[in-house]
DNA sequence: TGTTTCGAAACAACATAAGTTACATGATTT
DNA sequence: AAATCATGTAACTTATGTTGTTTCGAAACA
C-alpha cells in the first residue's frame, strides 16, 4: 500500500483550522483534501480523543480546534492518529533459537530504534505554528521556504 | 501490511552462508527460513545481481557466498534487496496548490529524509561480520549480546 | 534417462489505509 | 413538529505490496 498519509492529512487540516474562525464541516475539510468526509471522521477522531478539537452536530456544526497552533506538535498529532508504525522494513518475527537471526534481529531493532528517536525528537520540536510558518526542523537542513500564507 | 523483511532474511542467510562450506539449496534456506524456496530464489536473485552470491543447477548446485562478511555491509545488502520505501508513512503528494500542504510536507521530508540518513549512514558502518560478533551499533546503544556461534 | 536445482510466470493470501455506501443520532432552523 | 444539517458508525470495496504457492521449463549432473 502506498504510505500512511493521516499525520501529513491532519496537520493540513489543521493548520487550516487554525487560521480560521467557527467550525469547519468534514465535508469541506474533505473537499480540501480531495477525499470523503467519512475518512474525515474516521481520522479526527483521533485528535478529538486526545481533546484537540471538537465536533458538533447539526447547523452550524463541525470541527472546531481547541488549541492554538503553538501548543501542538507534530509528535502530538502523530500519536493521535494512532502512532502508526514509522517503518516499513524491519526485523523478520520468529523468535527462533538461531543465535544468527537473534544477532540480525537485535542488530536491526537496536537500528530502527535509534532512527525512530531521532524521528520522534524531531517531532517534539517542531509545532504546527512552525510548520505554518515555514519553519522546518531546529538543527536540521531546512529546505522549504520561509512566511506562509493561507488557501486551501 | 506487515513489515518488509526481506532485508532481515538475507543478513540470517548471509551469516549462515559465511560460516558454511560449500553451496546451499534454496530448500535448505527455506526450511531455515520456514518459508518457500520460491521465495528465497526470488528474494536472493538481488543478492546475485550485485554479485554478492553466485547460483548453480543441478546435482550439487544452490546458493554460494562471493565475498567475506567482512566485505558485505547491511547498506549493501538494503540495496540488493531493492532498497524498498524504509518509511511507512510519509506526506500525502497532492502537489496542490495549497502552500500549507506544500509547508507540511516540506517539513515532513526534511525530517524523514534526516532518520533516513541516520538510518543508511548506521548500515553502511554495519559488516555483516559485526553482526555475527554480536556487535550492533558503532556508537549506538548496543543492546545485544556478544561472542556468537552459528546454527539455524 | 532420471534426478536435482534454479528461473520464471501466474495466481492466491494477507494486511492496512483509503474510498464508498447506508443508516442512525442529535442539533438547529423554520 | 418537521425538515435540514452534520456527525457517528458499521460494513463493504478498492488499492498496493510482500509473502506464499503451484506449475512449468531449462540446465547440470549421475
Redesign the interface.
Known sequence: ?R???????M??VL??MGHHDGALTSDMIAK???TNPVVIRRTMAGLREKGYVTSEKGHGGGWTLLHRLEELT?LDIYRAVGE???????????M?????????????????????Q??LK??SD?TLA???R?F??PG??????QG?????
Open positions: 500500500m504510505q500512511d498519509s493521516r499525520l501529513s492529512r496537520l493540513h493548520i487550516h480540501m483534501l480531495d507534530l502508526p508504525s514509522v517503518f516499513a522494513v524491519g526485523p523478520a518475527y520468529d527462533p533459537g538461531c543465535v544468527i537471526e537473534q544477532a540480525v534481529n537485535a542488530t536491526l531493532t537496536d537500528v530502527f530504534a535509534e532512527a525512530e531521532l524521528l524531531r517531532f517542531v512552525d510548520i505554518a515555514g522546518v526542523v536540521g537542513p531546512n529546505a522549504s521556504g506562509m500564507a493561507e488557501e486551501s
